[in-house]
Nanobody, 123 residues
Framework: QVQLVESGGKLVQAGDSLRLSCAAS????????MGWFRQAPGKEREFVAV????????NYKESVKGRFTISRDNARNTVYLQMNRLEPEDTAVYYC????????????????WGQGTQVTVSS
């Protein structure tokens, strides 16, 4: 079993920066592709960013490219999401997920999810 715990969400103003963390407990963190998803009120959970297990290849939702950066520290069993120039549209609960030896592009492929952390961006 793998447990994921997100942290770092808070209320910020448009244009601010914020860094989210997702700490993993369990075996084989380095064998998991790690992703960030988010869910805004009244909407489905959507893909935000992913970092692949085998080579650290990253991919991002188009609207966050150039503003968000996903990274991982396998020694700390932690994945991060650095968010810059935040916009009100970024307001959502942010979830991290773990996809065992996968590509991490499809939500249904993820094996584990965290509880989420709330990010609110005021205008």
């Amino acid at each position: 079993q793998v447990q994921l715990v997100e942290s770092g969400g808070k209320l910020v103003q448009a244009g601010d920066s914020l860094r989210l963390s997702c700490a993993a407990s369990g075996r084989g963190f380095s064998m998991y592709t790690m992703g960030w998803f988010r869910q805004a009120p009244g909407k489905e959970r959507e893909f935000v960013a992913v970092i692949r297990y085998i080579d650290d290849t990253t991919n991002y939702k188009e609207s966050v490219k150039g503003r968000f950066t996903i990274s991982r520290d396998n020694a700390r069993n932690t994945v991060y999401l650095q968010m810059n120039r935040l916009e009100p549209e970024d307001t959502a609960v942010y979830y991290c997920g773990a996809d065992f030896r996968g590509l991490g592009y499809k939500e249904d492929d993820y094996d584990y999810w965290g509880q989420g952390t709330q990010v609110t961006v005021s205008s």
